[in-house]
């Protein structure tokens, strides 16, 4: 149900990113076949961002998981640092990253970058996330740029 207030029509715009074809979701855009390594992929999110710039980042990537924990974390890891690295470039000022990682020993890079560039930063575990999954969520708000460096 909606809550009191809340429009009743939906507004904003959701480009969905992905390596792999998605099938249509009514209402969202999609660009894939796209990598979001491939340094020409925030050109061509910006190409069809209205506006050119996300109010929020949202990322439930991963890479297809090999078993060794390590490896699987540490590619996660660098795929969320990748993706952070748009931000300059796609995210609005104020605007929110919220990612999802496996937990391990190179959390701390990732929680070390999202505290230069944003006001706020808390790792979550989510409800719906089992209890026996390594699966942990940063939610970094009010983006601010590289120590400030984003024009406000
Ligand atoms: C856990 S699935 C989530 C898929 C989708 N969001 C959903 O909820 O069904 C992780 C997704 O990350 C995508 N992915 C992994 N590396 C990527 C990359 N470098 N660029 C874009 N997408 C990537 C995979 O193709 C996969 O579909
Ligand atoms: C995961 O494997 C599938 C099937 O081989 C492939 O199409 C896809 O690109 C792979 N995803 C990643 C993130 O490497």
């Known amino acids: 149900m909606r809550p009191p207030g809340y429009p009743s029509s939906p507004v904003g715009f959701v ?14 855009t999609f660009l894939c076949p796209a990598d979001v390594t491939d340094p020409r992929t925030s050109q061509r999110i910006l190409e069809v961002l209205p506006g050119g710039r996300a109010d929020v980042i949202l990322s439930d990537m991963a890479p297809n998981a090999t078993g ?5 974390h540490d590619r996660l890891i660098s795929l969320c ?27 701390h890079r990732l929680q070390r ?3 230069e560039e944003f006001q706020n930063v808390r790792i979550i575990k989510p409800e719906a996330s089992r209890k026996e999954s390594s699966e ?5 708000t009010q983006y601010q740029g590289r120590k400030g460096a984003v024009k406000q």
């Open 15 to 28: 480009l969905g990113v992905d390596l792999l074809h998605i099938f249509p979701v009514e209402g969202a």
């Open 113 to 115: 970058r999202l505290t």
């Open 81 to 107: 640092l990748t993706l952070l690295s748009m931000t300059p470039d796609i995210l609005q000022p104020r605007g929110t990253f919220l990612c999802k990682t496996w937990a391990g020993s190179q959390s």
């Open 136 to 140: 942990v969520y940063f939610l970094a």
């Open 68 to 72: 060794f924990r390590d490896l699987d």
